[in-house]
């Protein structure tokens, strides 16, 4: 079982749109929580850094800055994952687009590291992230597991893209920022209580 991180296991997201939104409008943006969120949540930093293009000295640090203090603040884990995490049965890791320093933090402040130690993967590990299937394809093969014996767990249309594109099956957590409509139809099968996967897995089996 794969997971990814923001927005399955550690609820980042509403803390990456609120800090990347003022961001870009400090810099002449004209958008909103709702449009950052649909064209950023669930990319790589490469992709966002390229959509962004251009910005003033010292602008990308501040960012950092202040993503990283709002994170420390208020980071916690997805409501419910905690519980499915303790009644899975099958070997499971996390694959995300986020670097390793990234994750790593981010599972450190929540207490979810021990329970991924040495099976954490990052774009940073393949050649392209998602919505690539690389990095689900590169996860998978370390865990020496087939493709199509894996289930992506995710929360972005980058992400559950990615997972259909590495033939594995996919659950799309629809309780999160992502409208359940930007999901459907994608090949996932959706589902709104993290707590109960370990019952969606075994009915897919």
């Not at 870009?24 to 850094?49: K, S």
């Not at 990234?102 to 599972?107: A, D, E, F, M, V």
């Not at 493709?147 to 629809?174: H, K, N, Q, W, Y």
Request: aromatic share 8%.
């Amino acid at each position: 079982m794969i997971f990814d991180c923001d927005g399955v296991l550690v609820d980042s997201e509403p803390i990456s749109v609120r800090v990347g939104t003022a961001a870009l409008r400090r810099i002449g943006w004209d958008i909103d929580e709702a449009e950052y969120a649909e064209r950023f949540v669930g990319c790589t930093n490469e992709y966002w850094a390229e959509q962004i293009g251009r910005t003033p000295p010292g602008w990308r640090e501040q960012v950092n800055a202040d993503y990283a203090a709002a994170v420390a603040a208020e980071l916690c884990t997805v409501e419910g994952i905690e519980a499915a995490l303790d009644r899975l049965d099958v070997p499971f890791c996390v694959a995300s687009n986020g670097r390793h320093r990234t994750i790593r933090r981010s599972l450190e402040l929540t207490g979810l590291a021990d329970r991924f130690a040495g099976r954490v993967f990052s774009a940073e590990d393949v050649a392209a992230g998602k919505p690539e299937p690389d990095l689900f394809l590169h996860a998978a093969a370390t865990m020496g597991a087939e493709p199509e014996r894996c289930v992506v767990v995710e929360d972005s249309p980058f992400g559950v893209t990615a997972a259909i594109r590495a033939g594995m099956r996919c659950l799309a957590f629809a309780g999160g920022l992502t409208p359940a409509a930007r999901l459907s139809g994608l090949g996932a099968t959706l589902f709104h209580d993290p707590a109960k996967l370990p019952d969606l897995i075994g009915a897919l089996d």
